[in-house]
């Protein structure tokens, strides 16, 4: 897995789609509901002010050689990194199962919450499968489903988001003093690592396959504004059709509301059958490209050591998906509190310190940073 290769433009595929993935189809628009959309300005600040110069830093020394203590220091972020993003892509698997459950409740009830745990232990099963395979796959696989998720993520929120442009009212509160709240800082800080998959061990991984020459700033700078676009694009999507919204941000948020907007736009029938179908299956392609990319380090790392690496991750995802299960949502929101708000911000401020301190460039070789 370590050595795989993506060439030409499919390393930055691969990291566009590990950017614009799971965290922005709906965790984003319950944090705007939770905060209103003074929310937007937060992030935007974060991701400008702490994320893109991180994701330029991971980006550019992850393509750099190093040796002795300095390279011991940064293995020792990058495995912490590594397990982090492990933790969160187990739970991934049962939101991605829950998402294609959603999908063909649709296709045979007309309903997101049809077929009962039979339908979504067949889900877990499909999508396990699949990210198995991402896995396990050829030298393209995740660049190749990072570029299908971009690009339906992409033609679904632009649809969508025209049409709650025309029904308007999606920021229709805006509060400054919200800004003076720790809490919405310390929200889009770790929305941010969430979303662009920031320390999390995986850009590093993704730096690699860049094309030689390249820059690591304007890869960087892709990045981040393919997130910013997608995540306002699914909260245009969200807001204007929502009568009622859960301000939990975990994945019954989704279902209920992209519920909505299927009734909102199709008012049942057919249309709502095949509409609901389509939708939840490109949300079920995003989270299984995401909860991929984000085992994609641990992976890879172990699999010097663990014979089918791919195959123990995805069975130890389907073993702990009954813990991880929507019936018990206290477990899953303590783990991605955990993960997203505290381990992801931890793990941030030391790679933070670790490239301040400037001992890594002495020695450095670079490959080739393009900067």
Request: aromatic share 10%; net charge positive.
């Given at each position: 897995?370590?050595?795989?290769?993506?060439?030409?433009?499919?390393?930055?595929?691969?990291?566009?789609?590990?950017?614009?993935?799971?965290?922005?189809?709906?965790?984003?628009?319950?944090?705007?509901?939770?905060?209103?959309?003074?929310?937007?300005?937060?992030?935007?600040?974060?991701?400008?002010?702490?994320?893109?110069?991180?994701?330029?830093?991971?980006?550019?020394?992850?393509?750099?050689?190093?040796?002795?203590?300095?390279?011991?220091?940064?293995?020792?972020?990058?495995?912490?990194?590594?397990?982090?993003?492990?933790?969160?892509?187990?739970?991934?698997?049962?939101?991605?199962?829950?998402?294609?459950?959603?999908?063909?409740?649709?296709?045979?009830?007309?309903?997101?919450?049809?077929?009962?745990?039979?339908?979504?232990?067949?889900?877990?099963?499909?999508?396990?499968?699949?990210?198995?395979?991402?896995?396990?796959?050829?030298?393209?696989?995740?660049?190749?489903?990072?570029?299908?998720?971009?690009?339906?993520?992409?033609?679904?929120?632009?649809?969508?988001?025209?049409?709650?442009?025309?029904?308007?009212?999606?920021?229709?509160?805006?509060?400054?003093?919200?800004?003076?709240?720790?809490?919405?800082?310390?929200?889009?800080?770790?929305?941010?690592?969430?979303?662009l998959s920031l320390a999390a061990g995986v850009m590093p991984s993704y730096a690699k396959t860049l094309p030689e020459g390249s820059s690591s700033v304007a890869a960087a700078l892709?990045?981040?504004?393919?997130?910013?676009?997608?995540?306002?694009?699914?909260?245009?999507?969200?807001?204007?059709?929502?009568?009622?919204?859960?301000?939990?941000?975990?994945?019954?948020?989704?279902?209920?509301?992209?519920?909505?907007?299927?009734?909102?736009?199709?008012?049942?029938?057919?249309?709502?059958?095949?509409?609901?179908?389509?939708?939840?299956?490109?949300?079920?392609?995003?989270?299984?490209?995401?909860?991929?990319?984000?085992?994609?380090?641990?992976?890879?790392?172990?699999?010097?050591?663990?014979?089918?690496?791919?195959?123990?991750?995805?069975?130890?995802?389907?073993?702990?998906?009954?813990?991880?299960?929507?019936?018990?949502?206290?477990?899953?929101?303590?783990?991605?509190?955990?993960?997203?708000?505290?381990?992801?911000?931890?793990?941030?401020?030391?790679?933070?310190?670790?490239?301040?301190?400037?001992?890594?460039?002495?020695g450095a070789i670079a490959v080739s940073d393009g900067i």
């Amino acid at each position: 897995m370590a050595a795989k290769k993506f060439k030409g433009k499919n390393g930055i595929f691969a990291a566009v789609g590990a950017a614009t993935g799971l965290g922005n189809a709906f965790r984003f628009p319950a944090l705007c509901v939770k905060y209103g959309a003074a929310f937007v300005i937060a992030y935007a600040v974060v991701l400008a002010a702490v994320c893109f110069p991180l994701l330029v830093a991971e980006l550019g020394f992850g393509r750099k050689q190093v040796s002795g203590k300095r390279a011991k220091i940064w293995a020792v972020i990058m495995r912490a990194a590594a397990a982090n993003s492990a933790l969160i892509a187990l739970y991934y698997g049962v939101i991605a199962a829950k998402l294609g459950s959603a999908s063909l409740s649709f296709a045979l009830f007309s309903t997101a919450e049809g077929g009962g745990n039979y339908l979504f232990v067949f889900a877990v099963f499909l999508v396990l499968g699949a990210a198995y395979a991402l896995l396990k796959g050829s030298s393209k696989a995740l660049s190749v489903s990072g570029k299908l998720s971009v690009t339906l993520s992409l033609l679904l929120f632009c649809g969508l988001a025209v049409a709650g442009i025309k029904r308007g009212g999606a920021f229709s509160s805006f509060e400054f003093s919200r800004l003076l709240s720790v809490d919405i800082w310390i929200d889009a800080l770790g929305q941010s690592l969430l979303a662009l998959s920031l320390a999390a061990g995986v850009m590093p991984s993704y730096a690699k396959t860049l094309p030689e020459g390249s820059s690591s700033v304007a890869a960087a700078l892709k990045i981040v504004v393919a997130n910013f676009v997608i995540c306002m694009l699914a909260t245009l999507s969200i807001l204007p059709f929502s009568v009622t919204f859960s301000r939990t941000v975990g994945v019954l948020c989704a279902i209920d509301a992209y519920s909505q907007v299927i009734f909102a736009l199709c008012s049942g029938g057919a249309g709502a059958r095949i509409f609901g179908f389509l939708l939840f299956a490109v949300l079920t392609v995003v989270a299984v490209h995401s909860l991929s990319s984000l085992a994609f380090p641990a992976v890879s790392g172990a699999e010097a050591k663990i014979k089918r690496a791919p195959l123990v991750f995805c069975i130890a995802a389907a073993c702990l998906a009954p813990l991880f299960s929507c019936d018990n949502m206290l477990v899953l929101n303590v783990c991605d509190k955990i993960a997203c708000s505290v381990n992801a911000v931890a793990i941030a401020v030391a790679e933070v310190l670790f490239f301040l301190s400037k001992r890594h460039i002495t020695g450095a070789i670079a490959v080739s940073d393009g900067i």
